[in-house]
């Protein structure tokens, strides 16, 4: 079991308030499955998106990645996990404006203390995957959205994490753009990725193998998708 999910809830305190966010969740998650996580403005989704990327903690229950407890980790830890294990990829891309492609690619791998011939190893090998590397030293500024996205993508694999973590991945993007990013998607899980997305809509969710809605911070269904929906 790569994820496992236990009995989590989630509040935040409002004022004088305490707000629940996450009720009594449940959840596991095997190597190489894809999963969408889905749910209205509001639902939790987000919330539980940053308890399984390490960014935050449950005030109720446990979450174990690969059979470690994540709550008993001291903060540098949680760092090299965040760094080593999970993949980011995000809605606007957080690309550095000043670095090139390869030097954003590179990143993780910095932080990571890679020495600098391996580290360029890597990120060419990520973006090799994502169909890049005719663009390595070109800046986001000069990249369109698709290709921003790409590299967003590159740079979440250079460290081969145990999952990749995709927010609203084709949220800043055309439909077209969006339907190749999720091809990208298709293609990296059938490589071996395990693939957590998280989406508000239908048509994105459908290109996972397995469903999972959330509404009002608990697990509203959870089932495989069919065949005939999975793009």
Request: overall charge negative; aromatic content about 4%; proline content about 3%.
């Amino acid at each position: 079991m790569l994820i496992e999910i236990k009995n989590v809830s989630k509040n935040y305190i409002m004022g004088e308030l305490e707000v629940p966010a996450l009720k009594n969740i449940n959840l596991k998650i095997q190597q190489n499955e894809y999963v969408a996580i889905m749910g209205p403005s509001g639902s939790g989704k987000s919330t539980l998106m940053n308890i399984l990327g390490c960014l935050d903690n449950p005030t109720e229950g446990n979450y174990l990645f690969n059979k470690t407890d994540v709550s008993m980790l001291d903060d540098d830890a949680l760092s090299t996990m965040r760094n080593k294990e999970i993949g980011f990829v995000f809605q606007n891309f957080n690309l550095l404006p000043k670095l090139n492609a390869l030097q954003n690619v590179e990143m993780p791998l910095i932080y990571a203390g890679i020495k600098a011939d391996e580290r360029r190893k890597h990120a060419l090998e990520a973006l090799g995957k994502v169909g890049l590397t005719d663009r390595i030293h070109h800046k986001p500024s000069e990249l369109s959205g698709g290709q921003r996205q790409r590299v967003a993508i590159a740079r979440a694999l250079v460290t081969n994490p145990g999952i990749l973590l995709a927010d609203e991945p084709t949220g800043a993007l055309d439909s077209k753009t969006g339907e190749e990013i999720m091809d990208l998607f298709r293609k990296l899980h059938a490589e071996g990725n395990t693939i957590i997305l998280i989406t508000h809509e239908q048509e994105i969710a459908d290109h996972a193998n397995r469903t999972i809605h959330i509404r009002d911070g608990e697990i509203f269904t959870d089932r495989a998708n069919s065949k005939e929906n999975t793009r």
